[in-house]
């Protein structure tokens, strides 16, 4: 009689759980239509929030996870900006239209539209990652904001897209929020390699922790010139290359 009453007792917490689960999807997918006009496929719309620590925690197979939804919408995050700086950016050059673009992709514009239209309520994490407060990690959020790209594109196509983006990263370019900077990385390898061949790597201190910041270190020919912090890695070698360009002005100061 205990064993039953365990098992309706257990059934009933799967039921709630799953009922949650489907609340927090479908109040996502009602406010993409209601404040954007995009109807998003709800099979797609879970796919898009479906953490891979959740998928293996209810042991279903990975590819049902967001991860092929966010390299799709990584995509075409990358075409609309391009075509958008393309039209807009007349006057930069070809180097400066790839920084500009990777400086807005990289920005921390995704995760901050991300919490704002509550996809940290709606992604599905398994229980470290939440232990963890992944859905308030800046770099789980831009994978989740791209997987949700992926999801509209899939569902309703590139003018849905555009539309989305409108709204968030291309507002912000727009308002001035996201302006072009120094790309330190390439600013330091043309500077050291103006005399020569010169081995450059940017190597990643051990990450255990997904709440810490990216520590990288940066070697020039085999020697450790400065190191960097950032909230990912490509922040981290950005920072690692500025400090290190200012040694350099530095060293040619004194």
Same mark, same amino acid.
């Given at each position: 009689m205990? =064993?039953?009453?365990?098992?309706?007792?257990?059934?009933?917490?799967?039921?709630?759980?799953?009922?949650?689960? =489907?609340?927090?999807?479908?109040?996502?997918?009602?406010?993409?239509?209601?404040?954007?006009?995009?109807?998003?496929?709800?099979?797609?719309? #879970?796919?898009?929030?479906?953490?891979?620590?959740?998928?293996?925690?209810?042991?279903?197979?990975?590819?049902?996870?967001?991860?092929?939804?966010?390299?799709?919408?990584?995509?075409v995050l990358q075409f609309v900006i391009t075509s958008y700086i393309y039209k807009n950016y007349s006057d930069l050059d070809e180097g400066e239209l790839t920084r500009f673009r990777a400086n807005i992709v990289q920005s921390a514009s995704l995760s901050q539209f991300s919490l704002e239209i509550g996809l940290d309520k709606a992604v599905l994490l398994g229980q470290g990652e939440l232990k963890n407060s992944g859905n308030k990690r800046r770099s789980l959020m831009e994978d #989740?904001?791209?997987?949700?790209?992926?999801?509209?594109?899939?569902?309703?196509?590139?003018?849905?897209? #555009?539309?989305?983006?409108?709204?968030?990263?291309?507002?912000?370019?727009?308002?001035?929020?996201?302006?072009?900077?120094?790309?330190?990385?390439?600013t330091l390898q043309e500077l050291l390699q103006e005399d020569g061949t010169i081995k450059i790597e940017y190597i990643p201190r051990e990450h255990i922790d997904q709440k810490e910041d990216w520590t990288t270190d940066l070697y020039v020919n085999g020697e450790l010139l400065s190191s960097g912090i950032g909230h990912n890695r490509k922040l981290a070698e950005q920072e690692a290359a500025k400090e290190a360009l200012q040694k350099i002005q530095t060293d040619k100061e004194n």
């Open positions: 205990n =064993i039953f009453f365990f098992n309706v007792a257990f059934d009933s917490c799967i039921i709630t759980i799953m009922d949650t689960k =489907i609340e927090r999807i479908i109040k996502l997918q009602n406010k993409l239509e209601s404040r954007f006009g995009i109807k998003v496929d709800y099979a797609l719309l #879970v796919q898009a929030m479906s953490h891979t620590s959740y998928i293996n925690e209810i042991n279903e197979d990975r590819s049902k996870s967001y991860e092929k939804l966010e390299f799709l919408g990584d995509a #989740v904001f791209e997987s949700l790209l992926g999801a509209i594109y899939l569902s309703t196509g590139l003018s849905d897209v #555009v539309k989305f983006l409108n709204e968030s990263v291309i507002k912000d370019i727009k308002n001035g929020t996201l302006k072009m900077n120094v790309d330190y990385k390439t």
